[in-house]
């Protein structure tokens, strides 16, 4: 493509975007489609000769774009925001442009240098501690854009796996391997699965503390968790606390655990804050902050709550030298002599990095903190008003404390209705939410992600999901009617079913498959949904055992459990399969 192409297809992608946008609720949010759709219509291979852009083009539009979820329409009410803003897809498009690779001070000075001064910008907008701030007087501390939440845990996991090795193994010159079966890390039953994955990949153990009914880590567990483990000789060495739960978005109490991580000087503490860490840029969330001070290492991703498109994910340590000594390789081929510029590559686990700073350059300096605060706080008051809306219908009730966007709601029955209540949101296409499971209990996540929501657009959701509601209630009523006992397995007395009104019963059961099959997606095989039910069905919770004899003991506990389930709770559902999805 030469030139004069890119800029007249440059021009007509940019139109493409501004129509999409300014049109995005003219199309369902999500598809409704079968795995395997795209196969059918792309061929095998690429092809041997150029095509011209106009065809890539149109191909996009009809074969591609039908497969595509829209994280941008106001009714996806999933997941967290993808944070996206014309700003930052701007800057994304000249880092594209530019395509410097800023491992290094001298492959991209500008890179390097921008990155430190917007992480410094960003830890003063989020009132981080001045330990994290590279330019702070007495500083040893600073920043890095990782990519993913998930790296940011894992680098600082690394980090102080390397830091608990070093103090164990001292002068001596025993392999670093030896001392793995030593280390214990310790996270919340509510803390993302990355955690779960990061000591999966560093071949140490993770001890899961129970959470409260609130849905943060109990400080209690945990003090005893560590103090017992370092009674049976174990090197506690890592500590994640969550500031925004994915499954609830609780705040776990950092001054709390912040205090008990100092007793025993093995450990680091890691705060992974990666959505509601950005609504620290509002000085009425810093009483969740409050405890920063005793953190290691603090993470939030841009990518979900300030704007910026993925990714970008900010991730300070208090002693850059500690980080950078874990992950230090210098062959020759990288070395130049710019000593007092800072060689990015050393704080992550690429070499390779993306101009990553420029995007969000863009969003602060277009946006401003105001502007950025004021998108917070619209999202916070539209949540309040769904949390309102749900607890004023005596069907439903709300499960989390509502500090930020994130609802977390169900109707007062079983998990199975629920299941279906999601089933029907979302194989709609007119909204997207995702379910999970909060303190024990099967919610539908609701969560405001559009960046120019309304209140419509939550009265609107909030009267659509009623509609679903009120028809599978009838439904379970029609079932608890003609069940020949009384089947209350699940519902206890103060789960009312909730009054029913105006219309007759339809008549129609609840079936098997339809029950079980729409809990995360609906083009999801039954195979698919049985192997992975546990994972779809919460979406968040680690589930990590010691030991082997424990996972053993689960396992054969979980088969026994399903077995009871299989014969109690789904005997009287009919198994009919009508929807081709399902096979
Ligand atoms: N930590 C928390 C609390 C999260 O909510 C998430 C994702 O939602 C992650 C970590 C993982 O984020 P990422 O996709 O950036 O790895």
Redesign the pocket.
């Known amino acids: 493509m030469n030139v004069e192409e890119f800029r007249k297809y440059g021009k007509e992608v940019i139109d493409y975007i501004c129509e999409y946008g300014s049109n995005i609720e003219e199309r369902d949010v999500a598809p409704t489609l079968d795995p395997g759709y795209l196969k059918k219509l792309l061929p095998a291979d690429a092809p041997q000769s150029p095509e011209s852009f106009k065809d890539v083009l149109e191909d996009f539009e009809q074969k591609i774009m039908p497969g595509v979820v829209h994280w941008n329409h106001p009714k996806f009410f999933a997941?967290?925001p993808s944070g996206n803003s014309f700003p930052s897809v701007l800057g994304d498009l000249l880092s594209s442009a530019i395509g410097s690779i800023g491992f290094s001070w001298a492959s991209c000075p500008a890179a390097a240098e921008l990155e430190t001064i917007v992480m410094n910008w960003y830890a003063k907008a989020l009132g981080l501690p001045k330990a994290f701030i590279s330019d702070a007087p007495g500083s040893t501390g600073g920043g890095a854009l990782q990519?993913?939440?998930?790296?940011?845990?894992l680098v600082s996991l690394i980090t102080a796996r390397a830091r608990a090795i070093n103090e164990l193994k001292g002068h001596t010159s025993v392999h670093d391997s030896v001392f793995l079966p030593n280390l214990i890390a310790y996270a919340s039953r509510e803390?993302?699965?990355?955690?779960e994955k990061a000591t999966k990949m560093a071949l140490v153990k993770l001890r899961i503390i129970d959470a409260d009914e609130r849905g943060r880590m109990r400080v209690d567990l945990l003090q005893q968790a560590i103090q017992n483990d370092v009674n049976a000789g174990l090197t506690p060495f890592f500590v994640v606390a969550?500031?925004?739960?994915?499954g609830g978005c609780a705040f776990d109490d950092i001054s709390e655990i912040g205090k008990v991580c100092r007793q025993v000087s093995s450990i680091w503490l890691h705060v992974?804050?990666?959505?509601?860490g950005n609504s620290f840029i509002l000085p009425e969330m810093r009483v969740f902050s409050a405890g920063l001070e005793y953190a290691d290492s603090f993470?939030t991703?841009p990518?979900?709550l300030l704007l910026t498109n993925?990714?970008a994910?900010a991730l300070w340590v208090r002693d850059v030298m500690v980080l950078k000594s874990a992950l230090n390789v210098n062959p020759l081929y990288l070395r130049h002599e710019h000593i007092n510029g800072v060689d990015y590559r050393h704080y992550g686990i690429p070499l390779s990095r993306r101009f990553r700073a420029l995007k969000l350059w863009f969003v602060f300096r277009t946006y401003g903190v105001k502007g950025l605060q004021e998108y917070i706080r619209n999202h916070m008051v539209l949540a309040k008003k769904f949390e309102m809306l749900v607890r004023k219908d005596e069907r439903f009730e709300v499960r989390n404390d509502v500090h930020l966007g994130l609802v977390c709601f169900r109707m007062r029955t079983g998990d199975e209705p629920n299941h279906l209540l999601l089933a029907q949101i979302n194989h709609s296409g007119r909204m997207h939410m995702t379910p999970a499971k909060f303190n024990g209990r099967y919610v539908i996540r609701f969560c405001v992600t559009y960046e120019h929501a309304t209140e419509k657009d939550i009265l609107d959701a909030w009267s659509q999901i009623k509609g679903f509601a009120e028809e599978i209630l009838r439904d379970v009523q029609l079932e608890i009617s003609s069940a020949p006992t009384t089947p209350e397995t699940e519902r206890t007395s103060s789960e009312p079913v909730g009054p029913v009104s105006g219309k007759p019963p339809i008549k129609k059961k609840l079936t098997r498959t339809k029950s079980l099959r729409f809990s995360f997606t609906r083009s999801i095989s039954r195979e698919q949904f049985q192997s992975q039910s546990e994972h779809l069905m919460d979406g968040?919770t680690p589930i990590l055992v010691v030991d082997p004899k424990t996972i053993q003991q689960n396992f054969q506990q979980a088969t026994e459990d399903n077995q009871n389930n299989n014969n109690t709770k789904l005997k009287d559902i009919s198994d009919v399969d009508t929807d081709e999805a399902s096979n």
Not at 272 to 276: E, H, I, N, S, T
């Open positions: 997941y967290f990519g993913s939440a998930s790296e940011c845990v803390a993302h699965s990355s955690v969550t500031v925004g739960t994915t992974d804050g990666a959505y509601a993470n991703n990518n979900k993925f990714d994910s968040c």
